[in-house]
C-alpha cells in the first residue's frame, strides 16, 4: 500500500518587546490566506504572496507601530520563514530551484531562489519615492532579507524597469511566491531524494 504524503504544514512564532508574531503555512495549500499586521500594505503583499503560490498562510502579528514599521515587518520575514523552512522537513524531492518574471503594467520584476539552506539575498530594486502610503519603501528590503535568512533560501530579487513603486514592490512579491511554488514542489521522479549530489542541503 503507497504510503500517505507527508504533511508539509508547519507554525511558529516570535515574541519579543518589541513584536508578538504568530505564523502557520501549509505549503500544499490552495492559496488560502489570513493575515493582520496592522500594516495594511504589508497585509496585501503577504496576501498576494499566498495567493500566488498557493501556500495557505496565517500571519498575526502585534508591534510597536507607535514607533515605524520596521521591527514589525522584518519579525514578520523572519517568522514566516521559519514556518516555511520547517515545514519543508527533509527537503526529499524538492525541485528545489524556482524562478518568475513578472509583468504589472508598466513595470517587470524577476525573481531566482534555491531553496538551499545557503541563506543569501541579492536586491536589485530601487524607489523614486521614500515612502509608500504609510510604509517606508526601504523596508521592502528588510523582509525579503529576513525572508531568506529565516527560511534558508539563496534569493535574487531583481526589478528590471518601470516607474510606479506600487508596482514595483508587488511584481516583487508576485514574482517570489511564483518562484517558491516552483521550487517547493515534489519532483516525482525525485521523490525520495535530496536534490543535492552532497546528499544534503547546506553549506560546505
Not at 28 to 56: A, K
Request: negative net charge; glycine residues 8%.
Amino acid at each position: 500500500m503507497p504510503q500517505a504524503p507527508k504533511l508539509r504544514q508547519a507554525e511558529a512564532s516570535r515574541a519579543t518587546k518589541e513584536t508578538s508574531i504568530s505564523v502557520a503555512v501549509n505549503l500544499d495549500g490552495t492559496g488560502e490566506y489570513n493575515v493582520s499586521t496592522g500594516i495594511g500594505f504589508l497585509d496585501h503583499m503577504l496576501e498576494q504572496l499566498s495567493r500566488h503560490s498557493l501556500i495557505d498562510i496565517d500571519v498575526q502579528a502585534k508591534g510597536d507601530l507607535h514607533i515605524d514599521f520596521h521591527h514589525t515587518t522584518e519579525d514578520t520575514g523572519i517568522v514566516l520563514g521559519e514556518a516555511v523552512r520547517d515545514a519543508l522537513g527533509d527537503f526529499k524531492g524538492l525541485t528545489r530551484y524556482g524562478s518568475a518574471v513578472i509583468p504589472m503594467d508598466e513595470t517587470c520584476s524577476r525573481v531566482s531562489l534555491d531553496v538551499s539552506q545557503r541563506p543569501y539575498l541579492i536586491w536589485n530594486v530601487n524607489f523614486t519615492k521614500p515612502k509608500l502610503g504609510d510604509m517606508d519603501t526601504e523596508l521592502f528590503k528588510e523582509w525579503f532579507q529576513a525572508f531568506a535568512q529565516s527560511a534558508g533560501i539563496t534569493l535574487h530579487v531583481e526589478n528590471m524597469y518601470g516607474e510606479n513603486n506600487h508596482h514595483i514592490v508587488e511584481s516583487c512579491f508576485k514574482a517570489l511566491a511564483r518562484a517558491l511554488r516552483q521550487a517547493i514542489e515534489i519532483d516525482p521522479r525525485k521523490a525520495d531524494e535530496v536534490p543535492s549530489t552532497k546528499g544534503v542541503l547546506g553549506s560546505g
